[in-house]
């Protein structure tokens, strides 16, 4: 049931897509930004990136898989038309294209030449721009990352002016280019050397994986007639590798096609990966049935065709609900058996649902800045199916974790086109000459134009943010998760109907406190507080089920109060002749005190560590006077002792369960802030100080980059009821304060970075800051 209602609300999120949003193929980063353009010149190029400034990104066939492409609010330059080819040359085997081109027409193109790509993808549907920014490989033998096979470029950088780039003119920008992500500049021109199409016939032999190391060097390392290879690992076991090999031939080709040809549809293909992800023993049938049917042939093809293939076969049939990603390790050679062991156990202990693990191989890196075979490496490419809500993603993201240590203990790197699981530390560890590319970037790109999700957080324009960044992540427990922000709301709701109490006992009986009232109101808030939290977080179990005990705690408190206050308690008012406290109702005054007294402390402490037992022995020495009923003051003495006694024994249980449960809470959150422009780390109280510390740092012209690690909080605003805050900010819900019915509070869910500007503005237009919900 559970799997079934999440399913449902990832079903209902996404049925709508914003015109605005750029995502990529995973279909879980959608990105909005402020305009979609789709340049088909250089000159168009070069005017966009000189006049616009403000952040720019750039895209193609958007098959990176963690916001690569994009980033909020930036000018995204689609080069999908931007395609042609601009020279060829059969003899040299040269060509010369526009990076918007796909692989799949540069091959229809060269193929009638007997011409092929020298380096690529397997799949056909990726723009060449996009593979060179990513220095893509493939399973190419005797060659590596595409780098390899690029002679020269052309980058227009952040002033629009064009630049040739080559290993020997201009060095820096193509070796920060190849391979940068969209950080230097837009790609404009790519020239690439060619190689001769060939026949390749397949072998396939399988083996244990402790073999497959000493198979591959002896038998396909340095086999000059290999042309492709690969070793596919089985999962969930991981203990077989099927090692597949193609060399080249003169057997006549069992497969007419020097392409591969286009399909409409690939249902069989989507079928059996389905079957493969979701249904019990699917892997291990594709293990003992599906690939031995597959591979019992001997088939012989066209270099081209075997390079061709189309990326649909994997597309799946929707991806609202479960999405087909990648990661990938690379691993130097020397040390693939202290890697796949670890790698195996990580993932076997997550229960990772791989379809696949690609083992490949790639010759050293001819010096991109960011390179990820900077020896000759074994790759890991791991195929794997999540689900696409939140909780699905942070688990993902620790056994990524996991992954990238066990890599880089190992001397290795991960691949950064997929999902932003690494710290940056990690990133670092992998990528030791990131610093030498970001110090050309801050020169080439001074106003930090190009921009993306990679660089939005790896990248940091000002140095001394990296050293905060490192230096807060180091910390071990600064990250506290955001869903709290939202999960306190309704715990504070009964802080918020207490202070209402408190208040309205000065003035007005208690029979007249809208009971139900604020009982209907917090279910209602808690009810929205689910909605938010159930597709954007992991589901937290057991604060749901603390909210849920307090919630039917406290309504059955005020119902059992409502029944009481209008019945018998109406009554000894009515004996009594009083609607409100008087100077001489000392035992009422008294509970008004101590209703007021609770709210303040319940502000800085938990409720049940009030002193309730000693406020009931306290309320024995109050004395009414002389002229005050009997009757009343008897009633209010019996039923305030008994609900202080009860909330004593309830409370001492509560602090005892928490004690055992709980760890010890902790009274301050770390925060990163900007004092007067410059980063500041800063310890900020929690709780209702934190309300009160935050407004006066603002004051003092602090601002904040993230709090505890996140980058949104939930505040509550009491502003007129009339007011419409909506068209401004996003707001979680709306309440009225039901004993001021002229009053609201407005629950906004803020951007860390946007806090200070808020606080501001609602301080101008006369709104009261009620509370900020730290996690």
Known sequence: MKKLILLLFVFASSVFADPAIVNDVTQINPIPVARVVEPKTLDEIQDLVKNHNGPISIGGGRFSMGGQIATENALFIDTREFDKILSFDAKTKMITVEPG???????????????SVQIKQTYSNFTIGGSLSVNAHGRYIGYGPMILSVRSIKVVLADGKLVNASPKENPEIFFASV??????????????????????????????????????????????????????????????????????TEEPVTVGDKIVPIKESYWLENLIYFWL?????????????????????DRVVWRNYEASYDVQELEPP??????YVLQEYFVPVEKFDEFYPLMRSILQKHDANVMNISIRHAKADSGSYLAWGRTEVFSFVIYYKQRVYESAKKEVGVWTRELIDAVTSVGGAYYLPYQLHATVSQFHKAYPNADRFFALKRKLDPSYKFRNKLWDKYYF??????????????????????????LTLPE??????????????????PSAFPYWGSVAQFWRIYGRVIVKTWNSYEFNWGYHLMINVIGISYSGELILKSL??????????????????????????????????????????PWYEYPFYSKFKEFWTIRDGEGTSVIRRWERRMFFSAELLAKATYGKLIAMGTESVYEPETFEVTAWVKENGRSAIRKIPRYEAFTQTVPQLVKKNVSFMEIAGNKQILLTLIVPVDANLRDQETILYEWKILTEPHLK???????????????????????????????
């Open 318 to 323: 929707t991806r609202r609900i479960s999405t």
């Open 179 to 248: 391979g940068g992500y969209g950080g230097i500049g837009v790609i404009a021109e790519v020239t690439l050397a060619l190689t001769d199409n060939k026949k390749v016939k397949r072998s396939v032999k399988k083996l244990p994986i402790t073999e497959y190391k000493k198979f591959f060097l002896e038998n396909v390392r340095n086999n000059a007639k290999a042309q492709f290879h690969n070793g596919d690992i089985y999962p969930p076991a991981y203990e077989n590798v099927n090692a597949v090999t193609w060399e080249e």
């Open 492 to 509: 504070w709701y009964i802080v918020f109907s207490s202070d209402e109490y408190a208040n309205f006992l000065k003035h007005s009986p």
């Open 101 to 115: 081109i796909t692989w799949r027409k540069l091959q229809e193109f060269i193929d009638p030449f007997g011409l």
């Open 461 to 486: 324009h000002k140095e001394e943010d990296k050293k905060i960044r490192l230096e807060l992540d180091s910390l071990k427990n600064y990250s506290r998760n955001e869903d709290q922000t939202f």
């Open 564 to 605: 009481y206050e209008n019945t018998i308690g109406r009554i000894t008012e009515w004996i009594a002749g009083t609607s409100g406290l008087t100077p001489e109702t000392n035992v009422e005054s008294y509970m008004q005190k101590v209703a007021r007294e609770y709210t303040d402390f319940v502000r800085l402490r």
């Open 277 to 297: 992800t979701e249904l019990p023993y699917g892997k291990e049938l594709r293990e003992s049935v599906l690939d031995p049917l597959y591979y019992r042939k």
């Open 745 to 775: 509070r407005t629950a906004v869910i803020v951007p860390i970075s946007r806090l200070h500007e808020i606080l501001i503005k609602a301080e101008s237009n006369g709104y009261k800051l009620d509370h900020i919900f730290d996690y």
